[in-house]
Structure formats: C-alpha cells, structure tokens
C-alpha cells in the first residue's frame, strides 16, 4: 500500500519562470539514469527480494522517496512553464531575444502535457522500462543502484551550473545530498551482504569451478600504449595477468549460407582484395 501525503519532500519553487530550463529538466525526471528509472528500480528490487528484513525495508524506503523526488521535479517544471507558452508567445512577438529563448522549449510540455512535465527526457524521449535493473540478486542490484545515482548526481551537478535561479538551485542542492547519501548507503549495504555472508565479491558467487581456468585471471591488451599494465591494482594485487600480445582463440567470424527465400547476397568464394584468390586476379592481370 502507497500513501501520497500532500506536501513536497523538499520545497520546489522557482524565482520566476523559465520554459528552456524546464526542457532541460526533463532530464532528471524521464532520462536513461533520473528520478523515473530508479523509482521503478527500486520498487521492482524490492517487489522481488526474497528476504524479509533491513535489505528489503532499505530498497523499499529509497524506492518511496524517489516517488517524491519525481514529484518534486514535476511541480517545478510545472512552475517553471507558469506562463508558457500563451503569455511567453505574446511577449515573444514584441521582442525578438524572448522569441529566440522560447525556441529552446519543448513543444510537448505545452501541447501534450498542457505547460506541465512529462514522462520523457530532455529530447522528448519516452521514458523505457528497459532503463531499470532489478536481477534479484542483491550484489548485482546494489552495484547497479551506486552506479545510477552516481549518474544521476552528475546530471543534476551539470544542470545546477545551468541555471541561476535561487529555487531551483535551493532544489537541486536537495537532490544532491540525497544522491550522495545514496550511493553512500549502496556502497555500505554491498559491504554488508558480504559481512552476512550472503554475498562474496564476484556475482554471483557460483559456478566458479565450471569457467574456463585459463581465461579468469588475464586481462587482454587490446588497445595501443603499455600504459595499462600498470595498474597494480588490477593487475599484482588482484592476481591478474596482462597479457600484452593475446592471440584470438576462434576462426573467422563468418556467418552460414543464408535462407534462399530471405534474399541475401551470398557467394560461396570471396573474391575480394586482400583474399589469396583477390592477389592471384590481380597478379595474373598485371601480367597481361
């Protein structure tokens, strides 16, 4: 059972309207990593955790809070279009610099949404299910939680230096220290499964000696410069070997005969430039 209790979290008001901010804003409420996607996140990992007790209480309390920060969100792009876009648009005629920042609006929050948010991100894209990580296993979970408000707290640092408005500033700073106390408690909740001993620190902690021996414990250098054998941390400490010089392990990568009736172009001899076949036209051309 939810409860909407009629008051902010945190206060959400703007100094005065500002309709291209508002589109920007959209980010944090139905962008990849903003307040939507670890609202479901959550609620899902917590609908589905398996244990009763401080790991489910802990996802399900986050998981309510940041329905009230979608809802924070909302009420201030809702505040910051006051105005927009019947009045904006009448000032806009008398003065050609309000009509060139009316054009950084989304047109949607007017004609969808009727001047308030939507379940988007700042490009007008809806807001996808697929965004959100819920495995059941809670190593997995926690890391994929760190990692979104990590996300999510540079989104809202980069909009906080977008913007001079006191209120929304005043807002922003909220939702910092909210991100930050979250990955602060992922992190401590990711250490404690492993003090439980529910959870060690690969995921998940199975079929270890089912893998392949010779491939987990090497690191492939596949990019140029040596630089990244260097990290001893990866490296002596972890018990990991560089190697400098991998070879592939498969044969070439092609792909069957396809489907007559799918149409596609085939033929059973490549004959193209490089191949043993392409040299041997090419030689036997220059020799007549």
Known sequence: MFRHTKLLQFEAKPEKPDP????????????????????????????????????????????TEEIGHVEMLATMVARLLEGAPATATAEAVKDPVMAAVL??????????????????????????????????????????NAAAEAQGRLQTARLYNMTDDPGVKAMLKFNLARDTVHQKQWLAAIEELKADGLEDDIAPSALFDEEDQTHNHTIWHLSDGPDGAKGTSWTTDAGIEYLMDPEPLGGPGTAPKPDPALYGTYAPLQDAKGTAKGKAKSLKNKLT
């Open 20 to 63: 291209v901010y508002a589109h920007k804003l959209q980010e944090l409420i139905g962008g990849a990593f903003g307040e939507m996607t670890v609202t479901m996140q959550y609620l899902f990992q917590g609908w589905n955790c398996r244990i009763e007790g401080k790991y489910k209480d802990l996802i399900m309390d986050t998981a």
């Open 103 to 144: 054009g950084g609006m989304d047109p949607q929050q007017a004609i969808v949404a009727s001047g308030g948010a939507l379940p988007a991100d700042s490009n007008g894209y809806p807001w996808n299910g697929k965004y959100i990580v819920a495995s059941g296993n809670l190593l997995a979970d926690f890391r994929a």
